[in-house]
């Protein structure tokens, strides 16, 4: 009961039970939070209101409606707080009538009418008939409609038979309850496929009985950054894995909210968790542990009939458990050294009259395709398998941009959409200082809404080749549900209404998006409020003051702010164009939508200090390699640092400093695991000659190629976190400071936190 409350006063809903349900008169204007938009909706005269003798209506006969039903009167409960019954027999005035009817159209398709007189929801099967009931609590849900929701008539059907999300549980493991809360939302936007990803380098996480040391052993690794603080111990291992009944569980779950569970269980690449399990089956001569490494690690399983009767015993489990008519086979990012360096493969390769490893690896994915299609089964993997032969019934997903979509659809290829950075969620989503570790290669909300699933280099006549179009959650920096939360929500909304709804309006749909953000927190899910919240940047002005601009990533809702310490409200001073205050100053700033506070409110300290400080974050990498936002093993102050740094080029440009004599110069360094295997682009990685063991802080002027001007010995952090003091020579003028590490990364890897000019 508690939980249903606190959903209610969430939503700013109560019960209506003293409202009368007919009422007639002009057409309600008031916007609609529905996302996905439906494919044809027109607005009635009247309202609709729920009250204690409401029934849901249901024939005798009809048990996909009954079903239905009982998920509405759910989430009825839990968004109004009453129990409506559920009544079997003929539709009735004022009543919630679920039937099933032949004259809707189309696989999901769905009718939805609402008038004074009551609700009525129709479709040809269970599963439309769901998502008119998901339709439905939109409209009850919506803060706009809490009188009663307004009349309308819906005629929707979905854009694209595939609306997915993938979630990788190799790098990091989610429980089982967790995975159902993401189910929940899942559903709730509309979506029906659940891409699990269980096998990688970094873990084995699916119980196959034949073969127990894929769990044992291939489940657990050492610790690596953030594990350390799941583990407690950074000699304890990170272990986890799903037993089948667990994973039965979860399909089952799925199932009931019409989405489908697509195991990926990797081949031949992204390997090692099983490798370092069976040795056997592996391609290389070294043994191997559980990888601890992110990144493209070369373990390969090999192409002795003994290893296919091993994948083919696994598929047999995995097809046991999954009832899919999809299984996802990888096979990308497949290094093929161990492959080239085997004189056995080498063998193999010449009986087979395969003359390049390319080749190799298609025969490979061709053969493991024949297998389930020889079990009714379709493969599907990644667009690598395009470099090689595949069956004709193979479907690609394509992560690669879009080309290999666009290579597969007009080769007569099934695609499913999931570019790489565009729809990766595990891309940050803004850049604001108090963003989550991962890659800054920021894809906004708008990013993944502005990507159309059909490629204009698609042929016409190919076009119907492409199925969808899903997210992709890889969880290397996603150690918890927490920042699982932050990552997926609200940019699911955003893929949920591309892959529905026929148009695209962003403009709406950052206008109804609030409404769904309510959802969220009203659902238990803390979402990812960067689109809204308001980024706060000062600028050394005249005199003893600083010039503050303020701006939100959509640029939706009125921006509102307070200089005297208060938290900004609807009635703060509004934001029109940059403005100057005197130092010191504490500037709180929020956007809002008339009343409603749309993201948490943000605050900067704004003094002389400040002013000529920058984080790593706020500070331009040289190169643009390999940037990530990386994250401490240890904390401070219960916190761990991040730190911004280009992995292959420890290179940071502070741009367009304004110099006017001499100054000292303080730089907050630390040194960090480098856990990342990355084959051969290890040659692209910077080494700088080091006048010492530790290595050194050069500053440059200019460029990263310019004048020295001062340079800062590392020896004194002692291998850890420090601040390092320098000295810069009097300098006049508007320069760029470039701020470069000596010697190559790793084991370690030294990076800069925050450069503060004294």
């Known amino acids: 009961m508690r939980r249903t409350l606190i959903l209610a006063m969430a939503l700013g809903l109560t019960a209506c039970a003293s409202q009368p349900r007919h009422e007639a008169g002009p057409v309600d204007s008031t916007p609609l939070s529905l996302i996905p938009q439906p494919a044809s909706l027109q607005r009635l005269p009247g309202h609709y209101r729920l009250n204690a003798s409401t029934t849901i209506v249901v024939a005798p006969d009809n048990a996909a409606a009954k079903k239905v039903a009982s998920q509405l009167q759910g989430w009825i409960r839990q968004a109004r707080g009453v129990d409506i019954a559920i009544v079997e027999g003929k539709p009735r005035d004022g009543a919630i009538v679920l039937l099933t009817d032949t004259t809707t159209k189309g696989r999901e398709a769905y009718t939805l009418d609402v008038n004074g007189n009551g609700v009525r929801i129709a479709a040809n099967d269970e599963t439309g008939l769901f998502y008119g009931a998901v339709t439905y609590w939109q409209l009850l849900t919506d803060p706009a409609t809490q009188n009663g929701v307004p009349a309308v008539h819906i005629v929707d ?33 509309k979506l029906n496929t659940f891409h699990w990803h269980l096998t990688d380098d970094q873990g084995w996480r699916l119980q196959i009985l034949k073969y127990p040391k894929l769990t044992e052993v291939g489940a657990c690794r050492k610790p690596i950054g953030p594990d350390v603080a799941l583990t407690g111990d950074p000699d304890r291992p990170y272990c986890g894995f799903y037993t089948q009944d667990e994973a039965k569980q979860i399909v089952a779950y799925a199932a009931e909210r019409h989405i489908t569970v697509v195991p990926e269980i990797e081949m031949p690449g992204h390997a090692q968790a099983a490798v370092a399990a069976y040795p056997q089956f592996g391609a290389g001569s070294k043994k191997l542990g559980v990888s601890t490494d992110w990144g493209v690690n070369t373990a390969l399983f090999n192409v002795d009939d003994g290893t296919f009767t091993f994948l083919e015993n696994v598929l047999d489990e995995v097809m046991a458990i999954f009832p899919s008519t999809y299984i996802h086979v990888g096979g990308d990012e497949a290094a093929k050294d161990e492959w080239e360096h085997s004189k056995t493969i080498q063998a193999k390769m010449k009986s087979l009259g395969i003359d390049n490893e390319e080749k190799l690896q298609g025969w490979f994915v061709e053969r493991i395709g024949n297998y389930l299609d020889q079990h009714g089964r379709r493969i599907i993997g990644w667009d690598e398998i395009l470099d090689g032969k595949v069956p004709a019934s193979a479907t690609v997903m394509s992560w690669r941009g879009t080309k290999g979509a666009i290579k597969a659809a007009n080769a007569g290829h099934d695609v499913v959409m999931a570019p790489s950075p565009t729809l990766y969620l595990d891309r940050l989503q803004s850049t604001l200082p108090d963003e989550q570790p991962g890659s800054p290669q920021v894809q906004t909300l708008k990013n993944v809404y502005d990507f159309d699933p059909v490629p204009a280099d698609i042929a016409a006549d190919k076009a119907t080749h492409v199925l969808g179009a899903q997210v992709t959650v890889f969880t290397e920096y996603l150690p918890n549900w927490y920042r699982t939360q932050h990552a997926v929500f609200p940019r699911i909304a955003a893929l949920a209404e591309r892959t529905w709804s026929p ?8 206008a109804r998006l609030p409404a769904e953000m309510s959802r969220y927190r009203a659902a238990g899910i803390v979402p990812a409020d960067g689109a809204y919240a308001v980024a706060i ?58 009343s409603f506070a749309l993201a948490g409110p943000r605050d900067e300290a704004i003094d002389a200090k400040s002013l000529l400080r920058r984080s790593s974050d706020q500070l331009d990498t040289c190169a643009d390699k390999l940037v990530l936002r990386i994250e401490a093993p240890d904390a401070v102050n219960g916190v761990r640092p991040v730190y911004k740094v280009d992995i292959m080029n420890t ?29 051969k682009d290890t040659v692209g990685i910077v080494s700088r000659k080091a006048r010492s063991r530790a290595g050194e802080i050069e500053v440059h002027q200019d460029s990263c190629d310019g004048p020295k001007i001062s340079t800062i010995a590392l020896d004194k952090a002692k291998d850890g976190r420090a601040t390092l003091q320098g000295i810069l020579p009097k300098r006049e003028g508007v320069h760029d400071l470039c701020f470069v590490i000596t010697g190559k990364p790793g084991p370690k890897i030294w990076v800069i936190g925050d450069v503060q000019l004294r």
């Open 157 to 189: 059907a979905p854009r694209f038979a595939w609306r997915g999300l993938m979630l990788d549980s190799a790098r990091h493991f989610q429980s089982v309850t967790e995975i159902e809360h993401l189910l929940d939302q899942m559903a709730l936007h």
């Open 651 to 679: 290179c940071w440009v502070w741009k367009g400093v304004k110099l006017d004599g001499r100054y000292g110069v303080d730089v907050s360094v630390n040194r960090l695991p480098y856990n990342y295997a990355l084959w």
């Open 503 to 510: 148009t695209a309006d962003w403009n709406g749909f950052v």
């Open 537 to 594: 940047a000062a600028a050394a002005a005249d005199g003893d003051k600083a010039k503050v601009t303020l701006s939100t990533q959509t640029g939706y809702g009125a921006i509102r702010y307070t200089t005297d310490g208060s938290s900004p409200t609807a009635q703060s001073t509004a934001y029109t164009a940059p403005f100057d205050v005197s130092l010191p100053t504490t500037v709180r700033a929020n956007a809002f939508d008339n």
